[in-house]
């Protein structure tokens, strides 16, 4: 995929979000960076359903991530409130990230080097606003 992309409403960043996910197979994890409501859940949503999940893909509030049932399994984590992954519980993102999932992460940033040693950095995907409804989406392979 091209890497920047402009979309100018939501259903066009999950359309392509949908693109990226058709590429996307099992240990892929994708990092969406970008400020509160650029639109991150948005485009880990059109990525979902692109992979098969029915069900409401909202940004996970009381836990870290969210686990989908799907073909492949499909895991969503925020990790907006975590401070400091490493020391916090080594073990608490192999629950979600792993070589039989696909992973999308929010906030990604403090834990980029334990995601990495856990599974293969498939893409980076940062959502910057453009004024109104209008995105810059860039996709880093
Ligand atoms: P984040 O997870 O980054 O905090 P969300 O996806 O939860 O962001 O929220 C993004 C908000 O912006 C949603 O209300 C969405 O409808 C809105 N929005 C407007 N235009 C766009 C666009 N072009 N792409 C994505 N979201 C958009
Ligand atoms: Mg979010």
Redesign the pocket.
């Known amino acids: 995929m091209s890497r920047r992309h402009e979309?100018?409403?939501?259903a066009?960043?999950e359309a392509l979000a949908a693109e990226l996910a058709a590429a996307l197979g099992p240990g892929d994890v994708v990092l969406v960076e970008?400020?509160?409501?650029?639109?991150?859940?948005?485009?880990v949503r059109g990525a979902c359903r692109a992979l098969g999940i029915d069900g409401i893909v909202t940004?996970p509030t009381f836990t870290i991530g969210q686990r989908y049932e799907a073909t492949v399994p499909v895991s969503h984590l925020d990790l907006y409130r975590v401070v400091d992954i490493g020391s916090e519980d080594p073990d608490l993102l192999a629950d979600y990230i792993a070589p039989d999932r696909i992973a999308f992460v929010?906030w990604p940033e403090k834990a980029v080097a334990t995601i990495a040693a856990l599974s293969r950095l498939a893409a980076r995907v940062v959502?910057e606003h453009a004024g109104g409804?209008?995105?810059v989406v860039t996709i880093e392979p």
């Open positions: 979309t100018s409403d939501p066009q960043t970008g400020e509160l409501g650029a639109g991150k859940t948005t485009f940004s929010e959502i409804d209008r995105r």
